[in-house]
């Protein structure tokens, strides 16, 4: 072989191993980028969590503490008796919860059966958790009111 075809041969070889390199690079930026993507979906969820779970303290001393359930009740502007407080709290809480679920199904941290079970709970044919739903729903986002109110539509379609 020639000295210039060495000198070609070698040209070839190192732009075959700079496209390789840089097909590498391109392999571990994107796996760099989705393993960021899904650490901030954790903490994300994580922080959700933990706000549910501060919701449900605050849920769990008005359900064992009348002076607790009172001053809630008194904050929250709620008339009534304190017993029906608490089923509007528990009803509240049972949402609060379907609403952290519906947050995981849409960030891809459950499938939808997850979340169906994780909603169950949620007796959408009751009265009063519908007359609840009615009343509060607006403090739930947009695709979560959305959510319950299908399942609620075809409930209903089912009833009849």
Known sequence: MTRHRWKDALESVGIIAIIASLIFVGIETRNSTQQAVL???????????????????????TMHSDAAASTMAKIW??????????????IFLLLRHGDMAYYMFKRGAIDESRLRSAIAPITLNNPLVRNHWDKYKTSFVEEYRDYIDKL????????E
Request: hydrophobic share 40%; no cysteine.
């Open 77 to 90: 502007m709620e008339p009534g008796d304190i017993e029906s407080f608490r089923e509007r709290r528990a």
């Open 39 to 61: 650490t901030t979906q954790a903490l994300e969820i994580t922080a959700y969590q933990e706000l549910v779970t501060n919701i449900e303290e605050i849920n769990t001393l």
């Open 152 to 159: 609620i539509a075809d409930l209903d379609g089912n009833l």
